[in-house]
């Protein structure tokens, strides 16, 4: 069984920063694409950032320069380094993991059009 756990959410005011980390387990296949997808109340789930294996990365515009996302290949785990948060970041973050991630937006995350979803996360930027 596969298993995506987060870690790293929490609260903090505009500026601040926070790091996520997402450790998966049970993969059937090598060399796994993970990313975050975030989505808030009202909202789709956008992808927020996403890495191959080889260290390519994509970001959303909206994270572009403050956002960083690397991975530990041995340890199956991707970080998101989140820097200058905006109350606008405010979302439930996902990691999510498949030999692809192409979609950048979905209706809701947890959907099997990606194989393998985390739980969630709650980022919280106050203003």
């Known amino acids: 069984e596969v298993r995506l756990v987060e870690s790293g959410g929490g609260s903090v005011q505009a500026g601040g920063s926070l790091r996520l980390a997402c450790t998966g387990s049970g993969f059937t296949f090598d060399d796994p694409h993970m990313g975050w997808y975030r989505q808030s109340h009202g909202t789709e789930c956008d992808l927020v950032s996403s890495?191959?294996?080889?260290?390519?990365?994509e970001y959303a515009d909206s994270v572009k320069g403050r956002f960083t996302i690397s991975r530990d290949n041995a340890k199956n785990t991707v970080y998101l380094e989140m820097n200058n948060l905006k109350p606008e970041d405010t979302a439930q973050y996902y990691c999510?993991?498949?030999?692809?991630?192409?979609?950048?937006?979905?209706?809701?995350?947890?959907?099997?059009?990606?194989?393998?979803w985390g739980k969630g996360i709650l980022v919280t930027v106050s203003s």
């Open positions: 890495i191959r294996s080889d260290g390519t990365t």
């Open positions: 999510a993991a498949d030999r692809l991630i192409g979609v950048v937006a979905l209706a809701s995350c947890g959907t099997p059009f990606i194989s393998y």
